[in-house]
């Protein structure tokens, strides 16, 4: 507890110290308007005094006060004006609690030469008001560059004098502004978005500059127009399964969305939608990702080197904004397919002040009723709504509201006395975000956010009784970014969250039924987390980013914890009542990267990340098609998972600028990794902590990126060899063992060809080796029976996966038409590779009562070897339209 209490002192210290930095510049940010001609220095001070609500204090006997002076100021902050009327009178000034105090300034008046100021604003979208991400703002007069965040604003301080400023992103038109930056400027900007019949199609998100540049490492960047050229399932243009292209991220295979990132588990990955949590993000078991293509703005994906401000996952961030609706005219888009139709509208509610964007997605299935038998029926089908405001209430203060709902639901209906059984699950998502400018240097973003996710096992819908588990979230948190010079960018944030789960519980209609059931305890848990990061320019060559994340987790009851005996047997068990703490974790996580730039074409990059996560799934199956989820917390018998990666990488531009090629290195050591017992128990277990066995990973690779970012012919081809090795105690006989997602190779090339003005052909190609597997190392006969056994864990390994996708879009309409309509044909899986994800042993039948392996009824029982895939190839077509 004294821990505790220290680490509680040390976050309102680190409040206060923060707060107080960021209120500093506050007084003086007040705008006012003023016009003297011919007036002492001391009048106008009194003036704005006066005007600004300001306490000037100074000597009587200061320099240049009854000096004549000239002043016409409109609607500009008290510090705009100070900086311009002081030093050039050899005066200077700082604040002292509620005063500005005036002083004789040590510097020469040549010395206001080297005086800076800021230059700052919004980067937007031309046609429809959306702000843009990752735009390069630079000159060649100045050393350093910055790019626009998240939220389209950029700020850059430089010193005084006339620059020409080159605003740059790929896919719209660079843009070249002179501006005389002889005080604080705001300017912000519209670019135009090129046509495609004018330039040529580019694959790559963002500008292979920004990775030069940029200290991040480990990163990966999607634009709409990226994902529109990747051929996706049954042409659905898919977020979650675009990312296995990247190097270092594995696919689990065909079928799914479950993927993972340099040895880490599926579980691992954090899965963000305008900062929400999205816990779940498939439809059709994983065949569909639950993010309709249309609603999606920008995707970044980052495999290590986490920024200070993402936390409570150890393997990836997969960082999802949603459009924010056009600003300037109404406008509406389609998908029409065989699986699925998609549909959205948007446009202001009151021009450049205000939009919205509602998309809307549901499965196109029921014609697959037809191939179902007479004595049962399947009824399944999904659908997601993703609904956005925005207001822009004036320059300093925006506000954005974000909801998304996605269902699943799958049932089957008998003739038996229970009629119909199934499955369902759902997601819901809300976020409520306030961007505040307090001043051309200090940005903060104020976020309210709900998560849920639901899964219901339907033993009767008749009778209403199902098996239900779920988790939840309520997060408040406020982010600052302050720019305190070329040099340095100070971000910092604080963030309080709330979380709730329910690991699976069942439900009757019939009371009498209910009161007997065994209760499965629920956990209740919060946390608080604080954390400060700094990207520094050392000098031309050398930069660095270093920064700590302080997360602070307590798990309150009403729960009953039970405490298990080395053999894993209960041995205690306590009621703990409401609120009331009965564990805490305190587990800071230092982040740093380095760079080095070797020229303007090369640079070398280095990291060091530690990371905690508390959350866990717990499942022991390695099917791709199961969305049965059950998530516990941290606690007294299970221990934060634990990350410590490295992280090393070279980057270089190639032909002309026109190609960018990347290798990275990493080391990973994971700590209290989960496994499980042998035939564990993880379906309505109330002592399910009690299945679990606990030890140590580690994972090493190396990854190739080779990309051609411009011309018709685009693409890029990646390549990752990497190990994946666990140890955990009883497991294996306490030997190291290979995981089930060790999957040494894995090599994906995407192209794009742009045939005239209407076509563009794309094709992905795949290769994995197969995943770890334990088959029998032997058999032996008991009771007429072949009974298989098992060696060691994970002794094989699947079949290796192959897979080739290719798509044709042709486009109807001319890129200077509003209407826009193209024909996509999709073949997934187009050389028809039947690619295990499962093998059994022993006897197996189709729908036609025929077995699967021959069997000879005459001969003793045989265990003989089979395995189940997903399908050959899946053809689709689809028509897309906007307007």
């Known amino acids: 507890m004294n821990k505790l209490k220290l680490s509680y002192r040390f976050l309102l210290t680190a409040v206060f110290v923060l707060t107080s930095l960021f209120s500093f510049s506050q007084n003086l940010e007040k705008r006012i308007t003023i016009s003297m001609k011919n007036k002492s220095l001391e009048k106008v001070i009194l003036k704005i005094e006066k005007l600004g609500d300001v306490r000037f204090s100074y000597s009587s006997k200061l320099n240049n006060l009854n000096k004549k002076i000239n002043i016409t100021a409109e609607n500009q902050t008290i510090k705009q004006i100070l900086d311009k009327i002081l030093p050039e009178n050899n005066i200077e000034y700082l604040v002292v609690e509620n005063h500005i105090v005036l002083k004789e300034s040590k510097k020469s008046p040549d010395d206001n030469k080297n005086r800076k100021f800021v230059l700052s604003g919004y980067i937007k979208d031309k046609k429809n008001g959306e702000t843009i991400i990752g735009v390069n703002i630079f ?28 605003y740059s992103f790929i896919g719209y038109q660079n843009i070249q502004k002179k501006i005389d930056l002889n005080k604080d400027i705001e300017f912000s900007l519209d670019l135009d978005e090129i046509n495609f019949d004018i330039n040529e199609v580019e694959i790559i998100a963002s500008d292979d500059d920004n990775y030069i540049e940029s200290n991040q490492l480990s990163e990966m960047k999607f634009s709409p127009q990226v994902l529109s050229q990747l051929p996706g399932f049954v042409g659905d243009v898919d977020v979650i399964k675009s990312l296995n292209t990247i190097p270092g991220i594995s696919s689990y295979g065909d079928g799914s969305t479950l993927f993972y990132v340099r040895g880490g588990n599926s579980d691992q990955n954090l899965i963000l939608i305008d900062e929400a949590i999205i816990y779940n993000p498939t439809h059709l078991f994983g065949f569909f990702t639950a993010l309709a293509p249309n609603s999606i703005k920008d995707v970044k994906a980052y495999k290590g080197d986490f920024p200070a401000r993402y936390g409570g996952r150890l393997s990836s961030v997969i960082d999802i904004r949603s459009k924010d609706g056009n600003m300037k005219r109404l406008g509406f888009a389609g998908n029409l397919g065989l699986f699925t139709t998609n549909l959205s509208i948007e446009g202001p509610i009151v021009k450049d002040k205000s939009s919205f964007f509602i998309s809307g997605r549901r499965s196109n299935l029921d014609w697959l009723n037809n191939f179902s038998g007479t004595d049962h029926t399947f009824d399944f089908g999904f659908y997601d709504i993703h609904t ?57 973003n104020t976020t309210l956010n709900f998560s849920q996710y639901n899964y219901f096992l339907h033993i009767s819908r008749e009778e209403n009784n199902y098996w239900n588990s779920s988790i939840r979230n309520l997060t408040a948190k406020s982010d600052f970014t302050y720019y305190l010079n ?92 409401k609120n009331v703490v009965y564990s805490s974790f305190v587990l800071p996580e230092p982040r740093m990267n380095i760079k080095y730039q070797i020229n303007k074409r090369s640079a070398l990059k280095a990291s060091y990340n530690r990371c905690v996560q508390f959350l866990q799934l717990l499942t022991n199956s390695t099917s791709p098609f199961t969305s049965l989820e059950v998530w516990v917390p941290s606690g007294p018998n299970i221990e934060p998972q634990k990350l410590d990666q490295f992280a090393l990488g070279y980057f270089h531009q190639v032909f002309k600028n026109d190609g960018f090629f990347s290798i990275e290195s990493f080391y990973k050591k994971f700590y209290n990794q989960i496994d499980y017992a042998d035939h564990p128990n993880m379906l309505y277990n109330p002592f399910i902590e009690g299945e679990l066995r606990f030890g140590e990973a580690w994972a090493y690779g190396i990854e190739f990126l080779f990309r051609k970012t ?174």
Request: hydrophobic share 30%; with cysteine.
């Open 139 to 166: 000159t060649d007069k100045a050393e350093y560059g910055t790019i626009s965040n998240t939220y389209g604003f950029y700020s850059i301080t430089l010193p005084e004098g006339e620059y020409t400023f080159n």
């Open 388 to 444: 956005k405001l925005n207001f822009k209430f004036n320059n300093n203060n925006r506000l954005y509201f974000t909801l998304y709902k996605g269902n699943d639901d799958y049932s089957r209906f008998t003739k038996s006395s229970v009629n119909t059984y199934g499955i369902s699950w759902d997601n819901t998502v809300g976020t409520l975000r306030w961007n505040h400018i307090f001043n051309n240097r200090l940005f903060s």
């Open 486 to 577: 070329p040099k340095n960018t100070i971000r910092a944030g604080i963030e309080i969250s709330n979380h709730y789960c329910n690991p699976g519980n069942i439900h009757f209609s019939d009371d009498e039924i209910q009161q007997s059931a065994p209760v499965i305890p629920r956990y209740y848990s919060n946390e608080y987390t604080f954390y400060m990061s700094n990207e520094q320019k050392l000098s031309k060559k050398f930069s660095v980013r270093y920064g700590l994340r302080l997360p602070i987790r307590q798990n309150i009851g009403p729960t009953t914890v039970y405490s298990f005996d080395s053999h894993y047997n209960v041995n205690g068990k306590e009621e703990i009542e």
């Open 710 to 883: 411009k011309g018709d012919f685009t693409g890029w081809i990646g390549y990752t060899y990497s190990r994946t090795f666990k140890k955990i105690n009883d497991i294996n006989n306490d030997k190291t063992f290979p995981s089930f997602y060790d999957r040494p190779h894995d090599l994906s090339i995407s192209l794009s060809y742009k045939a005239g003005k209407q076509w563009v052909l794309s094709a992905n190609w795949f290769f994995i080796s197969g995943g770890a597997i334990s088959t029998p190392t032997g058999f032996f006969e008991n009771n007429g029976y072949i009974v298989p056994v098992y060696g060691e864990k994970n002794n094989d390994r699947l079949p290796d996966y192959q897979r080739l996708d290719i798509s044709i879009n042709f486009k109807f309409s001319k890129p200077e038409k509003r209407f826009q309509h193209s024909l996509l044909l999709t073949l997934y899986n187009a050389l028809g590779n039947e690619n295990p994800f499962a093998i059994n042993f022993n006897k197996m039948m189709n729908s036609n009562e025929k077995f699967v392996v021959p069997f000879n009824f005459a001969k003793p029982y045989e265990l003989v070897p089979s395995s189940l895939s997903v399908s050959g190839f899946i053809p689709s077509i689809n028509y897309n339209f906007s307007f």
